[in-house]
């Protein structure tokens, strides 16, 4: 009897012990949203985006986290009787005409497997409730996504929402960097000519080109068949002149140092188009921001040189915003400020390296930075007031001519919305300077236009400013995807600069923020993108890690390849966060990459019948630059957390 009745007590103590687990509410901003992702900007507390009070529809809430898709709040639990409340929605505070086209998707992950969907939400949607027992979940992962809709900046709220915890108390955190390792082997002491094989110049238009050229120094660069009009330094490689008829033409360029030899026949043609390949180079904007001065780009030049980066096709030195001062001069056009007192001194020193100069303006009374524009509200052009929206008269043939005297090679032209009516003032101008001036325009070109920014333009920004982030890389490769059919010899998909490095935006400088894996899937995904390539780190501080991700030969061929098609997504696996990207190439060659969204290691497949592949193939493995093997059916390898592989197929 007194064992039964111990027995009895015993239970009693147990099930009170299981009913008597107090829950405590943790409220989600008051977690450390510091740790929260997102493609721009940083989630707020109890506000949206907006820095405006949380309104859903036409409901307002006191508390949340307003949020930017794509992002993404990750939140360690301890896999106990946990739980999730909350509603979510895109918020109703942004200007009216971009609020009517916004939609997302909130999406809940549990241990990597999807838990909730909101389903595609649309402006004025009403909040949808979430209610999740998360019992035996140890990482939960609150997704905000762009719906692949193709629009930049989507707000989107997380609100009256908390957990209910029984034991130890969620936080949020960030997945930890791997330590760097390099892929792309060393150098060889003997010649390697390297891309681009294919020059465009406009007839009659002075003409420069540094024939890319990697190997060890002193070298013989010689040009057999040159065309009339052009010369060749035989120390550097560096082409210049001026071919006045239209056509195509073919030299054979030869390269000699004591190691050996390397010979590869190079196509200069005469016509309509330039940037016949992408272009490649630096642009100061994301290592000094405003703060760019004469001293900095010429020590930028000096280093693209020195460094040897020059070696492998990377061409335009390029002056972004900052530069300004007022108008003036023989054009009354923009004069530089005290920052750069010698602005055609900083464009021969350039040149002399065998490098091309790029400039910044825009049609706006003033830029970004607040500097003067292309417009103004006065015949002189004289600033009344600073404003970000073109004025009544322009100053655009002015600019172009004084541009020319000093010699630049390029233009980036930055406003937005842009427009039909700038662009094309812009494009006539430039075709009456005398000079092979590439024209690039920012940002974010709408895509009901791309037809005409084609013809128009030589690249156009496809997305907002690119940051050092894993969500702003995914935003980019994912709204750049429907683009692929209007990229092509002399127009190209401009994705933004390469965040690789060390970054300072006009700050202290600091290493990106990307993992390696990522700056891996970025350099090759802008490969594939067929994008121009602008570096935009401070070139005097590369480390080899750096250096080796921005020379890869064969990496480097992908982007420049003479076909000028660029790649598009082919396969997207939702639940596996896979996808597989295909280009075609000259060659009948074709390179995919495979693309591993994940957060963790996993195997991806190259399956022949879902990729139209029909035949055997060699399939090489371009950033370690090694042959695999030959496959017919199937191709399965290894893919690091957000990180790419990058293949080639060859008969």
Same mark, same amino acid.
């Given at each position: 009897?007194?064992?039964?009745?111990?027995?009895?007590?015993?239970?009693?103590?147990?099930?009170?012990?299981?009913?008597?687990?107090?829950?405590?509410?943790?409220?989600?901003?008051?977690?450390?949203?510091?740790?929260?992702?997102?493609?721009?900007?940083?989630?707020?507390?109890?506000?949206?985006?907006?820095?405006?009070?949380?309104?859903?529809?036409?409901?307002?809430?006191?508390?949340?986290?307003?949020?930017?898709?794509?992002?993404?709040?990750?939140?360690?639990?301890?896999?106990?009787?946990?739980?999730?409340?909350?509603?979510?929605?895109?918020?109703?505070?942004?200007?009216?005409?971009?609020?009517?086209?916004?939609?997302?998707?909130?999406?809940?992950?549990?241990?990597?497997?999807?838990?909730?969907?909101?389903?595609?939400?649309?402006?004025?949607?009403?909040?949808?409730?979430?209610?999740?027992?998360?019992?035996?979940?140890?990482?939960?992962?609150?997704?905000?996504?762009?719906?692949?809709?193709?629009?930049?900046?989507?707000?989107?709220?997380?609100?009256?929402?908390?957990?209910?915890?029984?034991?130890?108390?969620?936080?949020?955190?960030?997945?930890?960097?791997?330590?760097?390792?390099?892929?792309?082997?060393?150098?060889?002491?003997?010649?390697?000519?390297?891309?681009?094989?294919?020059?465009?110049?406009?007839?009659?238009?002075?003409?420069?080109?540094?024939?890319?050229?990697?190997?060890?120094?002193?070298?013989?660069?010689?040009?057999?068949?040159?065309?009339?009009?052009?010369?060749?330094?035989?120390?550097?490689?560096?082409?210049?002149?001026?071919?006045?008829?239209?056509?195509?033409?073919?030299?054979?360029?030869?390269?000699?140092?004591?190691?050996?030899?390397?010979?590869?026949?190079?196509?200069?043609?005469?016509?309509?188009?330039?940037?016949?390949?992408?272009?490649?180079?630096?642009?100061?904007?994301?290592?000094?921001?405003?703060?760019?001065?004469?001293?900095?780009?010429?020590?930028?030049?000096?280093?693209?040189?020195?460094?040897?980066?020059?070696?492998?096709?990377?061409?335009?030195?390029?002056?972004?915003?900052?530069?300004?001062?007022?108008?003036?001069?023989?054009?009354?056009?923009?004069?530089?400020?005290?920052?750069?007192?010698?602005?055609?001194?900083?464009?021969?020193?350039?040149?002399?390296?065998?490098?091309?100069?790029?400039?910044?303006?825009?049609?706006?009374?003033?830029?970004?930075?607040?500097?003067?524009?292309?417009?103004?509200?006065?015949?002189?052009?004289?600033?009344?007031?600073?404003?970000?929206?073109?004025?009544?008269?322009?100053?655009?043939?002015?600019?172009?001519?004084?541009?020319?005297?000093?010699?630049?090679?390029?233009?980036?032209?930055?406003?937005?919305?842009?427009?039909?009516?700038?662009?094309?003032?812009?494009?006539?101008?430039?075709?009456?300077?005398?000079?092979?001036?590439?024209?690039?325009?920012?940002?974010?070109?709408? *895509?009901?236009?791309?037809?005409?920014?084609?013809?128009?333009?030589?690249?156009?920004?496809?997305?907002?400013?690119?940051?050092?982030?894993?969500?702003?890389?995914?935003?980019?490769?994912?709204?750049?995807?429907?683009?692929?059919?209007?990229?092509?010899?002399?127009?190209?998909?401009?994705?933004?600069?390469?965040?690789?490095?060390?970054?300072?935006?006009?700050?202290?400088?600091?290493?990106?923020?990307?993992?390696?894996?990522?700056?891996?899937?970025?350099?090759?995904?802008?490969?594939? *993108?067929?994008?121009?390539? *602008?570096?935009?780190?401070?070139?005097?501080?590369?480390?080899? *890690?750096?250096?080796?991700?921005?020379?890869?030969?064969?990496?480097?061929?992908?982007?420049?390849?003479?076909?000028?098609?660029?790649?598009?997504?082919?396969?997207?696996?939702?639940?596996?966060?896979?996808?597989?990207?295909?280009?075609?190439?000259?060659?009948?060659?074709?390179?995919?990459?495979?693309?591993?969204?994940?957060?963790?290691?996993?195997?991806?497949?190259?399956?022949?019948?879902?990729?139209?592949?029909?035949?055997?193939?060699?399939?090489?493995?371009?950033?370690?630059?090694?042959?695999?093997?030959?496959?017919?059916?199937?191709?399965?390898?290894?893919?690091?957390?957000?990180?790419?592989?990058?293949?080639?197929?060859?008969?």
């Amino acid at each position: 009897m007194k064992l039964l009745l111990m027995y009895f007590w015993i239970a009693v103590l147990v099930i009170a012990s299981c009913t008597d687990k107090t829950t405590r509410k943790v409220w989600l901003d008051d977690l450390d949203l510091s740790k929260v992702e997102q493609s721009a900007g940083v989630a707020m507390k109890n506000k949206s985006m907006w820095n405006t009070p949380l309104i859903i529809a036409n409901d307002t809430f006191s508390r949340g986290v307003g949020t930017h898709a794509l992002g993404v709040i990750k939140i360690q639990l301890d896999g106990k009787d946990n739980k999730f409340f909350a509603k979510v929605g895109i918020d109703a505070s942004a200007p009216a005409k971009e609020f009517s086209k916004a939609s997302v998707e909130f999406i809940i992950y549990g241990d990597g497997k999807v838990l909730w969907k909101s389903g595609i939400m649309k402006a004025n949607d009403k909040a949808k409730p979430i209610s999740e027992n998360l019992n035996g979940v140890k990482i939960i992962s609150l997704t905000i996504d762009n719906a692949n809709d193709g629009i930049v900046g989507d707000r989107a709220d997380w609100v009256d929402a908390y957990f209910e915890v029984v034991d130890k108390l969620p936080f949020t955190f960030q997945r930890e960097h791997e330590k760097k390792y390099i892929l792309t082997p060393e150098t060889h002491k003997a010649p390697s000519i390297n891309h681009p094989y294919i020059v465009g110049s406009h007839p009659s238009n002075p003409l420069l080109f540094l024939v890319p050229v990697s190997g060890e120094r002193p070298m013989k660069i010689v040009a057999e068949n040159l065309p009339k009009g052009l010369q060749i330094d035989e120390n550097t490689g560096k082409i210049w002149g001026v071919i006045n008829k239209q056509g195509e033409y073919f030299t054979k360029i030869i390269a000699t140092n004591r190691f050996g030899s390397d010979q590869k026949l190079f196509k200069i043609i005469v016509g309509e188009n330039i940037a016949l390949t992408p272009p490649m180079g630096w642009n100061s904007w994301n290592a000094f921001g405003a703060s760019v001065t004469q001293q900095k780009v010429m020590q930028a030049a000096k280093a693209m040189h020195e460094s040897g980066l020059s070696q492998y096709g990377y061409s335009y030195i390029n002056i972004d915003d900052g530069w300004q001062g007022k108008r003036g001069g023989k054009y009354n056009a923009i004069m530089p400020n005290e920052k750069f007192p010698d602005m055609k001194a900083l464009v021969d020193y350039i040149h002399s390296l065998g490098l091309k100069a790029g400039i910044y303006s825009s049609p706006w009374v003033t830029t970004y930075a607040g500097y003067v524009g292309g417009s103004a509200d006065n015949a002189n052009g004289t600033i009344l007031e600073k404003q970000r929206e073109c004025g009544q008269f322009k100053f655009h043939n002015q600019d172009v001519k004084q541009w020319a005297e000093w010699g630049f090679d390029y233009l980036k032209y930055d406003w937005n919305p842009n427009d039909i009516e700038h662009t094309s003032d812009m494009t006539d101008a430039l075709k009456l300077s005398g000079r092979n001036i590439v024209y690039s325009i920012s940002n974010a070109a709408p *895509f009901e236009n791309a037809t005409d920014w084609a013809k128009l333009t030589n690249a156009w920004r496809t997305t907002g400013d690119i940051q050092d982030t894993w969500l702003s890389i995914l935003n980019i490769i994912s709204l750049n995807d429907k683009w692929h059919s209007y990229a092509g010899a002399g127009h190209w998909n401009d994705p933004d600069m390469l965040v690789v490095g060390k970054l300072g935006w006009g700050g202290e400088f600091q290493e990106t923020d990307l993992s390696p894996n990522e700056q891996y899937l970025h350099v090759t995904q802008w490969s594939m *993108f067929a994008a121009p390539l *602008f570096i935009g780190c401070d070139l005097s501080q590369l480390d080899d *890690f750096t250096y080796k991700l921005l020379t890869n030969t064969e990496v480097i061929a992908i982007n420049q390849d003479s076909l000028g098609i660029q790649g598009y997504r082919l396969v997207k696996d939702f639940e596996k966060q896979t996808e597989i990207w295909k280009k075609p190439l000259s060659n009948n060659e074709i390179a995919f990459s495979l693309v591993n969204l994940l957060d963790k290691d996993q195997e991806i497949s190259l399956n022949w019948d879902e990729c139209s592949l029909h035949d055997e193939y060699l399939i090489r493995d371009l950033w370690k630059q090694k042959n695999i093997g030959k496959f017919n059916r199937t191709f399965k390898t290894r893919v690091p957390l957000h990180g790419a592989v990058l293949i080639k197929l060859s008969n």
